[in-house]
Structures are given as structure tokens and as C-alpha cells.
């Protein structure tokens, strides 16, 4: 069985900087893609953004583009976001996932996490 497991979440001023981890345990198994999506109160699960497993090149939603880095840490079995110059907006709880696509659709991925809530306050 695999396990996604985040940490990294808290409560950060708005300006402020967190780094969300995902650790990956349990059989072997291998993906296209390590993603993050979010979801805020009363809204949808959004796309935030994707690591592909091969090249490491990585994708993001516009709203993640220039503030938050996705990365990987092949050793530790490991995906990080980084997210800077956090806004009161991105409140939410992130989730991590893992699948052979469409990268941006929650439905392209078949491996969760538990999610880990951030909070920004302004």
C-alpha cells in the first residue's frame, strides 16, 4: 500500500513563507507526476501545482507562478513546496498527489494525501 503524507502547515503572516513536505512510503510504485492542490472553506479542490517524476521539470497554476516552487528529493522519497510571499488567499488545506495525468486535474491523479492546513493571516 502507498502513503502520502504531508506536514509543513501552520499559521503564517501574510509575506511569510512556509514549506509543505510530502513523504512518500509503502510499495514501490511509480508516477508521472507529484502534484499539490488545495482546497479552501465552501470551494473546489484547485490544481496548484506539478513535479514530473522524470525530468523534474514542474508546472504551476497562475495563482502559484513566481511565489511557489515544487521539488524533490529523490533519497527521501520526498516532494516539498515551497511557498513565499504568502497571501491571505492561500488558505487552505494542501493536499499532495500522485498520477500519470492530466497534471492540472484532480482526476489524473490516484494517490492522496491526508492534506495539511495552512493558514495566512493578514
Known amino acids: 500500500q502507498v502513503q502520502l503524507v504531508e506536514s509543513g502547515g501552520g499559521v503564517v503572516q501574510a509575506g511569510g513563507s512556509l514549506r509543505l513536505s510530502c513523504a512518500i512510503s509503502?510499495?514501490?510504485?511509480?508516477?508521472?507526476?507529484m502534484a499539490w492542490f488545495r482546497q479552501a472553506p465552501g470551494a473546489e479542490r484547485d490544481f496548484v501545482g506539478a513535479?514530473?517524476?522524470?525530468?523534474?521539470?514542474?508546472y504551476y497554476a497562475d495563482s502559484a507562478k513566481g511565489r511557489f516552487t515544487i521539488s524533490r528529493d529523490n533519497a527521501k522519497n520526498t516532494v516539498y513546496l515551497q511557498m513565499n510571499s504568502l497571501k491571505p488567499e492561500d488558505t487552505a488545506v494542501y493536499y499532495c498527489?500522485?498520477?500519470?495525468?492530466?497534471?492540472?486535474?484532480?482526476?489524473?491523479?490516484?494517490?492522496w494525501g491526508q492534506g495539511t492546513q495552512v493558514t495566512v493571516s493578514s
Open positions: 509503502g510499495r514501490t510504485f511509480w508516477r508521472i507526476y
Open positions: 513535479i514530473n517524476w522524470i525530468d523534474s521539470s514542474a
Open positions: 498527489a500522485a498520477g500519470n495525468g492530466p497534471r492540472s486535474a484532480g482526476t489524473g491523479y490516484d494517490y
